[in-house]
């Protein structure tokens, strides 16, 4: 059975730096890979989707995340955060794209001034 | 950008009762799903809806739960029997046919029995 797990409960971030967020997933094959952004009172809302191809894949908001096979990995990035970019982020993964997710447990991101 | 909306933003019930949640999916959308989100978890599928029938629930969509597309527009997910532990956010999403398009996902219902 696939998981995703985000190892980062709560990252706090200066506004103007990079931010990582981490993903590990277990599967047998390759899955589908997404990254989902929720904002406070806000329905989930796609950042990017992986699916095949190159392996680094452009987001919406300036956001980028990188397959990398060998490490089970799908972490996401971005060069330098704003302060709206303060939300929760979930990572999921999905044997099709339809829709039956396995979400991680998400990672709460602070923006400091 | 089109929206899935729900409502209420929040339902307050009595366990025991019966709870209806509401789901307006984008217009052309056909596939429909319920997730949702204990508190301080994760998001968890509940079931998926295609051509007016169930074509995947998860091991949490007992016979408690229900879905139901009455007419055109909506979508509903109901809970026969509330228990203290369905208090969730409960996610609505669509999608359409198109292999690459994405799920649109709702604001969510919080739901809190008491």
């Known amino acids: 059975a696939q998981s995703v797990t985000q190892p980062d409960i709560h990252i706090t971030v200066s506004e103007g730096a990079s931010l990582e967020l981490r993903c590990n997933y277990s599967y047998g094959a390759t899955p589908y890979l997404f990254w989902y952004v929720q904002s406070p009172g806000q329905g989930l809302q796609l950042l990017l989707k992986y699916f095949s191809g190159d392996t680094l894949v452009q987001g919406i908001k300036g956001f980028e995340a990188e397959f990398k096979r060998s490490q089970s990995s799908f972490n996401l990035r971005k060069p330098s955060v704003h302060w709206s970019d303060a939300a929760e982020y979930f990572c999921?993964?999905?044997?099709?794209?339809?829709?039956?997710?396995?979400f991680g447990a998400g990672t709460q991101v602070v923006v400091t001034p | 950008e089109p929206e899935v909306t729900q409502t209420p933003s929040h339902q307050v019930t009595q366990m025991g009762q019966e709870v209806i949640l509401r789901c307006v999916p984008i217009?052309?959308?056909?596939?429909f799903y319920w997730y949702r989100q204990i508190l301080g978890q994760k998001v968890e599928f509940l079931v998926s809806f295609y051509n007016n029938e169930i074509s995947e629930k998860s091991e949490i969509f007992d016979d408690q739960f229900s879905v139901e597309r009455p007419d055109g527009s909506n979508f509903t997910l109901k809970i026969r029997s509330t228990k203290l532990e369905d208090s969730a956010m409960y996610f609505c999403a669509s999608r359409s046919v198109d292999f690459n398009e994405k799920l649109f996902f709702g604001s969510g219902t919080q739901l809190s029995v008491l």
């Open positions: 217009s052309n959308h056909l596939y």
């Open positions: 999921a993964v999905g044997t099709d794209s339809w829709g039956k997710f396995q």
